[in-house]
Nanobody, 118 residues
C-alpha cells in the first residue's frame, strides 16, 4: 500500500523559509518522479515543483528561484525548500507520485498547511 506522508508545514512570516518533507513507502521510490503541489482556498490545485528519477527539475514561474525540490532515494524522501515566502504562497501543500515525469500523479499525500503572514 502506497503511503506519502508530508511534514514541515507551519506558520511563517513573509520573507521566511520552510522545508517540507515527504516520506514514501509501499513503492519503489527511486523509480517514481515526484511532485509538490499546492491548493489555496477557492483555487485549483497547482504544480509547484517536479523532480524526475534522474534529478531533472521543473518549476512554474511563480516559484522559480525561490523553491527547490530535491530527493534522497536512500531515505525515500522528497523535499521542498521554500525561501522568500510570500503571503500568496499560503496553501495546503501536497506531495504526489508520478509513474513518469510527464504523467499525471497517481498517488497523493494528505497535505500539510503552509501559512505565510504579511
Amino acid at each position: 500500500q502506497v503511503q506519502l506522508v508530508e511534514s514541515g508545514g507551519g506558520l511563517v512570516q513573509a520573507g521566511g523559509s520552510l522545508r517540507l518533507s515527504c516520506v514514501a513507502s509501499g513503492m519503489t521510490f527511486s523509480m517514481n518522479a515526484m511532485g509538490w503541489y499546492r491548493q489555496a482556498p477557492g483555487k485549483q490545485r497547482e504544480l509547484v515543483a517536479l523532480i524526475s528519477t534522474g534529478g531533472i527539475t521543473n518549476y512554474p514561474d511563480s516559484v522559480k528561484g525561490r523553491f527547490t525540490i530535491s530527493r534522497d532515494n536512500a531515505k525515500n524522501t522528497v523535499y521542498l525548500q521554500m525561501n522568500s515566502l510570500k503571503p500568496e504562497d499560503t496553501a495546503v501543500y501536497y506531495c504526489a507520485a508520478h509513474r513518469r515525469y510527464d504523467a499525471s500523479p497517481y498517488y497523493w499525500g494528505q497535505g500539510t498547511q503552509v501559512t505565510v503572514s504579511s
